[in-house]
């Protein structure tokens, strides 16, 4: 009998391993930071083996440090930073150049050629439930076709294959076997159509991107291939290839063989799911240099009003029909925090925060609006930029700290009342995690603004553990959700304190504020 689920965690800059037991603890973590390329202002990219490199080397360290081989391994599962886009040739194994990481904007013209048109874009927002832009991996695919040498002929002759980091991951471990993702990393790239759960012929052609390179798209608990010795490219490419440096090469011949991959999802619907927000209502937001709020609405994929986006949730196995969540995020978020400690030096560490801001009774009237690259969810006025506001003689160091950690709690709660607009419902809990979910005023605070429960569980690595119970829910190393649910420990709860009228000035305060931010002034 296997002992344990690994979390393999692709991020953004680096790639983790986690090891976790049937009693869903945390035994073991690797991680390995990789190289960030920015060959032009707005360009980011990821090569793709060094994302492959990072990850395999993780596992390979996980679990040569636990002394443990393959037969004590259940199962895989996988999450990733979404949208990320690979396009690979199937006769070689080798991408067609970098990866085009999420934040990359190189693409922002062509989704503005091609999406601009008033029915398009009402077209690809019914279909894909996304806001149209550069984030999302139809643009990155057509870049990549139409500017790398080699990739549109591959394409046009059935060999190039697209993937999202999932499926790059998925297609090397299980030795080129398996060209694969599933429904939440389908619903980021722009071509799925979320309602039917195919990939839609329209969009396709409207990208000029051809069926025949898309992955298969599974549920996220579900039979992903077992992991092979070794990747395609080494096979394929005879000898080294030029792309893969030579030293590498003993990683990506250390797969560890014929463990079953059957858990996928992307970072955000991971996270969800490793919350056990598997009802309608239920959300979680992650607390990181951003912040990404994401509401279960079960098997309706609600259009919003107010510009959120529409997306897959995870399931768990057995889930009869598709479900979707409602996704917004927050630009700067911990980053504000960064910003107060790198360029105000106000603080040394974040962790400061919290006792600077219990240090003094309220803000004294200091609004801190962050639009540092705009105003994003529900407002979108990408030309408005940052402002401190209700400075006085007696405004000091403790109420511009203050005041910022409630700007991340005042965004949150835009993002909120948003959801809340488009469900008609109250959200009663919020799960939380991310960095700065420990800074207890800031969640004391939170759950004041919203009037809703906080959850913080005593384990916030959520995103790993979504991953984690997505593949021994389908292996059937954990029974069912019921199972995995007791095991799910809450650390801290705040409960809302503040008196109604309180919380409604802070929030007129703030909508007062907001709107003298805005460039676009009614
Ligand atoms: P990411 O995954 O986006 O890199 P993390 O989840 O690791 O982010 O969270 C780090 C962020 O949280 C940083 O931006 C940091 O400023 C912020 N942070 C960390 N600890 C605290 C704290 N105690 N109070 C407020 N913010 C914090």
């Known amino acids: 009998m296997s002992k344990f689920v690994i979390a393999l965690d692709q991020g953004t800059t680096s790639s983790r391993a986690l090891l976790i037991n049937a009693q869903g603890e945390v035994q073991g973590v690797a991680q390995q930071a990789f190289e960030q390329h920015f060959p032009q202002p707005g360009w980011v990219e990821h090569d793709p083996f060094d994302i492959l490199g990072s990850q395999i080397g993780v596992l390979r360290q996980l679990m040569d440090e636990q002394g443990i081989g393959a037969q004590d391994v259940a199962a ?20 067609f150049g970098n990866a085009i990481v999420w934040q990359c904007r190189r693409t922002a ?51 190039a294959r697209f993937g999202t980091v999932d499926t790059w991951l998925i297609y090397n471990l299980t030795g080129g076997a398996v060209h694969a993702t599933d429904h939440t990393n389908a619903s980021r790239t722009m071509l799925f159509d979320i309602h039917a759960g195919v990939w839609d012929e329209w969009l396709c052609n409207l990208f000029d991107v051809p069926l025949s390179m898309l992955p298969d798209v599974r549920p996220s608990a579900a039979d992903f291939g077992k992991t092979a010795i070794s990747i395609p490219a080494l096979a394929l490419s005879e000898g080294c290839p030029c792309s893969i440096a030579a030293a590498q090469q003993s990683i990506f011949e250390s797969i560890p063989a014929n463990i ?17 927000a598997t009802h309608p209502g239920e959300a979680k937001n992650t607390y990181g240099t951003g912040c990404f709020l994401l509401m279960h609405t079960g098997e309706q994929a609600i259009a919003s009003r107010n510009n959120l986006v529409t997306t897959i949730a995870a399931s768990a196995p057995n889930t009869p029909a598709l479900e979707y969540a409602l996704e917004g995020s927050v630009f700067m978020a911990g980053a504000l925090i960064q910003w107060l400690r790198d360029e105000l030096h106000l603080i040394e ?25 705009g105003l994003g969810a529900p407002y979108w006025d990408a030309s408005a930029r940052g402002a401190i506001y209700g400075l006085t003689r007696g ?10 950690l409630e700007a991340l709690a005042f965004q949150v709660a835009d993002l909120v009342a948003a959801m809340e607009d488009d469900c008609g419902q109250h959200l009663e809990t919020l799960a939380v ?7 207890n005023f ?4 939170q759950a004041d603004i919203l009037d809703s429960t906080i959850e913080r569980p005593a384990n916030v690595e959520a995103t790993a553990f979504g991953a984690a119970y997505l ?11 019921e199972q995995i649910r007791k095991l799910h420990a809450i650390e801290a709860e705040f409960s809302p304190t503040m008196e109604t009228a309180r919380r409604r000035e802070l929030l007129a305060g703030w909508a007062d504020c907001i709107s003298r931010t805005k460039s676009n002034k009614e």
């Open 76 to 95: 895989l599962g996988i999450t990733n930073q979404r949208e990320t886009t690979v396009v690979w040739d199937a006769r070689t194994g080798l991408p």
């Open 109 to 159: 013209s062509i989704v503005e050629e091609l999406c601009s048109a008033p029915d398009v874009h009402g077209r690809i927002i019914a279909t894909t439930g996304l806001v149209p832009d550069a984030y999302f991996s139809a643009s990155k695919i057509k870049w990549i076709l139409d500017n790398v040498e080699g990739a549109r002929e591959a394409a046009d002759a059935g060999f």
């Open 260 to 276: 079953p991959i059957c858990g996928v999802a992307g970072d955000q619907q991971a996270a969800l799911f490793g919350h056990l």
């Open 349 to 373: 560490s974040a962790s400061e925060t919290e006792a600077l801001a219990t240090s003094v009774p309220d803000s004294a009237g200091v609004y801190v609006v962050p639009a540092f690259t």
């Open 395 to 404: 405004a000091g160091r403790a109420h511009v700290v203050r005041a910022c």
């Open 433 to 439: 995690d991310g960095g700065a979910c420990k800074n």
């Open 442 to 445: 800031l969640m004391q605070f």
């Open 471 to 481: 593949a021994g829910l389908f292996c059937g190393f954990w029974e069912d959700i």
